[in-house]
T-cell receptor
Framework: AQTVTQSQPEMSVQEAETVTLSCTYD???????LFWYKQPPSRQMILVIR??????QNATENRFSVNFQKAAKSFSLKISDSQLGDAAMYFC????????????FGKGTRLSVIA | DVKVTQSSRYLVKRTGEKVFLECVQD?????MFWYRQDPGLGLRLIYF???????EKGDIPEGYSVSREKKERFSLILESASTNQTSMYLC????????????????FGPGTRLTVL
């Protein structure tokens, strides 16, 4: 079974600085999807960024980028120029290529942003 | 924009009560999911459905059942609520067919915080 591990339960960053959240996963599949979801204190979970395993290029979305290391099964999220609104729980998630299959989530990292 | 709504943000029930949590999505998504979120445990899948009247067990289905009579609505049922079912419940939906970026994305509702006394 696939598993997703987030080894940092909590992290903090100064406003305008850069922070990296770690995620590793375990799978025997060769192709799959990886996601980072953000859950602000209001609780609505939203997608931050996604990566297709068959793509070599790391995904980027404005201030958010990933470092995808397929051989190491590592998928870290980098947040540049951190803002107060980035404070949230961040979940790393995995999904197989089969359409309609559920996500497998890590336990989350709580990010605090210090003004 | 996709909208996933859940019937209640907060719910308090007594042990032994039958509890219904409702989830509705307005974007004609085929797939719907129920997750449970607990501190330190992340999100765990309870049940999911890929079509009307179809359901699949997730990782922690014990003590729960689901109903999907209409495409837009997916209900989670606690037949006899227990205190260990106190949790945050999140519903999500996704497309089976459509633009690639859309079919890969699950959209979440705001969650229902259930307390069982």
């Amino acid at each position: 079974a696939q598993t997703v591990t987030q080894s940092q339960p909590e992290m903090s960053v100064q406003e305008a600085e850069t922070v990296t959240l770690s995620c590793t996963y375990d799978t025997s599949e060769s192709d799959y999807y990886l996601f980072w979801y953000k859950q602000p204190p209001s609780r609505q979970m939203i997608l931050v960024i996604r990566q297709e395993a068959y793509k070599q290029q790391n995904a980027t979305e404005n201030r958010f980028s990933v470092n995808f290391q397929k051989a190491a099964k590592s998928f870290s999220l980098k947040i540049s120029d951190s803002q107060l609104g980035d404070a949230a729980m961040y979940f790393c998630a995995y999904r197989t290529l089969s359409v309609g299959t559920p996500l497998v989530f890590g336990k989350g990292t709580r990010l605090s942003v210090i003004a | 924009d996709v909208k996933v709504t859940q019937s209640s943000r907060y719910l308090v029930k007594r042990t032994g009560e039958k509890v219904f949590l409702e989830c509705v999505q307005d974007m004609d998504h085929e797939n719907m999911f129920w997750y449970r979120q607990d501190p330190g445990l992340g999100l765990r899948l309870i049940y999911f459905s890929y079509d009307v009247k179809m359901k699949e067990k997730g990782d922690i289905p014990e003590g729960y059942s689901v109903s999907r009579e209409k495409k837009e609505r997916f209900s989670l049922i606690l037949e006899s609520a227990s205190t260990n079912q106190t949790s945050m419940y999140l519903c999500a939906s996704s497309l089976t067919a459509g633009p690639p970026l859309e079919i890969d994305t699950q959209y979440f509702g705001p969650g229902t915080r259930l307390t069982v006394l």
